[in-house]
């Protein structure tokens, strides 16, 4: 494994952190503002959301680079299937903007977060191939941009109305069905520590298709399943063990801080919610 001790250049924000990416929450730092500061304090990458970036990808991008940051991804295409993806043509053409809007960017990774159950359908069997048949059409026009596109299993918590992909064995069994080589998978904390297979599962998926590792930690008391996730060390993940993991099927990307804290994290300035996060990243992650 990787000793972040006294090297933190692995270490990248994801802007949600500092509550960007609702309205009402965050201090409203700037792109330019938030680039600054993860430079200032080391950090090596950075990943967006799509309504901070707009109409200025390329501009945003050309930033981050200038500064000494590399834009290790941008959140999220459109859900793909589910109640706001029934029409088919619809939810192709969203993935295609964020595909683009990738493209301009730069971003190594454009993170895809499929939507819930389909409607008129029970379980997630009849999603799951929905999902899959999109997705064919959309892994080829990624890939003649340039853009590697990375499956997000999130927590069965959201299985209903935001991801019907819920387990890492499921995104690499979609990723096997398709066999392109820019389509793997996101590991994030917050939705696999409780999973006993992960180890064996991203195993299977090896290095080449692990596109990203995001790290917070899994408050034992949450209040809230979306706007209540802890800091690294503040619950109960096993954040050396799922780095272990990751990193033992091959992984040596980035860890991407990403922590939704609408009463918590989202409240602080956000230079000390960065400080905290260096801090944890090197002494506990
Ligand atoms: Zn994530």
């Known amino acids: 494994m990787r000793d972040f001790t006294n090297d933190h250049s692995a270490l990248a924000l ?10 009402g929450h965050g201090a409203g730092w700037s792109p330019e503002r938030v680039i600054d500061a993860c430079a200032e304090r080391g950090f090596g990458s950075i990943v967006f959301w799509r309504r901070e970036i707009g109409s200025r990808a390329v501009a945003i991008g050309e930033r981050a680079r200038a500064a000494g940051l ?13 109640a706001e993806a029934m029409d088919r043509q619809a939810a192709i053409d969203g993935a295609k903007s964020a595909i683009d809007m990738a493209a301009g960017l730069g971003a190594a990774v454009l993170t ?15 999603s799951l191939k929905i999902l899959t048949e ?7 026009y990624a890939a003649e941009r340039g853009v590697k596109l990375a499956l997000e299993p999130l927590n069965p918590f959201y299985a209903g109305n935001r991801s019907c992909l819920t387990t890492v064995r499921d995104a690499v069994d979609i990723c096997d069905a398709l ?10 904390v917050y939705h696999v520590w409780w999973d006993s297979d992960l180890d064996a599962q ?29 800091m690294m060390g503040d619950g109960v993940a096993d954040l050396r063990a799922i780095r272990g993991s990751v990193e033992g099927a091959g992984y040596a990307g ?19 919610v960065l ?10 992650c």
């Open 134 to 140: 999109r997705l064919g059409e959309i892994v080829p």
């Open 254 to 272: 980035p860890c991407e801080v990403e922590i939704f804290s609408a009463q918590n994290w989202w409240k602080r300035d956000p230079g000390e």
């Open 202 to 230: 991203l195993q299977r998926a090896g290095a080449g298709r692990i596109f990203g590792y995001h790290l917070c930690d899994w408050l034992a008391e949450t209040r809230d399943v979306l706007l209540d996730r802890g």
């Open 275 to 284: 400080d905290v996060i260096v801090e944890r990243f090197r002494a506990l």
């Open 112 to 126: 895809i977060v499929v939507g819930g159950v389909h409607p008129d359908t029970k379980g997630t069997e009849e």
């Open 179 to 188: 066999g392109a080589p820019n389509l793997g998978i996101a590991v994030d």
């Open 14 to 23: 994801n802007t949600a952190s500092l509550g960007h990416n609702l309205d």
């Open 70 to 82: 590399s834009v290790a991804g941008l959140c999220r295409t459109p859900f793909l299937t589910g």
